[in-house]
């Protein structure tokens, strides 16, 4: 069975910071992972999606790495803002098409 | 619409009665998924679409739930006697072959 585990749990950084949010899954046969971002009381936003073949995406200020063999992903987020503040949720998807996910990360960006 | 619709948004319910709901995915999309996130937990998986029929309905907590999918479309997720413990969002999503998923924004359902 799939588990998927993120650290930390909450973080609080000051605007401007880069920053670093990391997904670990147990079972290494996905089809691929994918990061979402939820804003209280909203729906889960689509980030980035990285295919198995793939080691990393990108789209603007984030950047989400994958090793598949060591079980893990990160989301890199550079020069952090207010807005970014979010919970950031990690997903993988394996191949009966059912998306496993972490509990996610609350993150707070300080103004 | 562009993205997934759900109905309603926000559902308050007495114990004890049906409740259903409904999930517009994106035209064309022929996978559908429907997921139930608690107050502080995470997601939980509950039933997957492809097409009109359910390969895999695992996650559904009881057989108070019932989900169906009609034309490739629309689907409804069905509570029966609810119970406080269902109070919950309900997130539908939906994605092509072997995509991105998008999901909707939720119906939040409240039982008292």
């Known amino acids: 069975k799939q588990e998927v585990t993120q650290i930390p749990a909450a973080l609080s950084v000051p605007e401007g910071e880069n920053l670093v949010l990391n997904c670990s899954f147990t079972?290494?046969?996905?089809?691929?992972l994918q990061w979402f971002r939820q804003d209280p009381g909203k729906g889960l936003t689509s980030l980035l999606l990285?295919?198995?073949?793939?080691r990393e995406q990108t789209s603007g200020r984030l950047n989400a790495s994958l090793d598949k063999s060591s079980g893990r992903s990160t989301l890199y987020i550079a020069a952090s803002q207010p807005g970014d503040s979010a919970t950031y949720l990690c997903a993988v998807r394996g191949s009966n098409y059912k998306l496993t996910f972490g509990k996610g990360t609350l993150l707070t960006v300080n103004p | 619409g562009a993205g997934v619709s759900q109905s309603p948004s926000n559902k308050v319910t007495e114990k004890g009665k049906d409740v259903e709901l409904r999930c517009d995915p994106i035209s064309g999309h022929t996978a559908l998924y429907w997921y139930r996130q608690s107050l502080g937990q995470g997601l939980e998986f509950l039933i997957y679409?492809?097409?009109?029929?359910?390969?895999?309905k695992s996650g559904l907590p009881s057989d108070r739930f019932s989900a169906e999918r009609t034309g490739g479309s629309v689907s409804t997720l069905t509570i029966q006697r609810t119970q406080q413990e269902d109070s919950a969002v309900y997130l539908c999503a939906s994605s092509s072959s072997a995509n991105t998923i998008y999901f909707g924004e939720g119906s939040w359902l409240t039982v008292v």
């Open positions: 679409f492809q097409g009109n029929s359910a390969p895999d």
């Open positions: 990285i295919q198995s073949s793939q």
């Open positions: 079972d290494s046969a996905i089809y691929n």
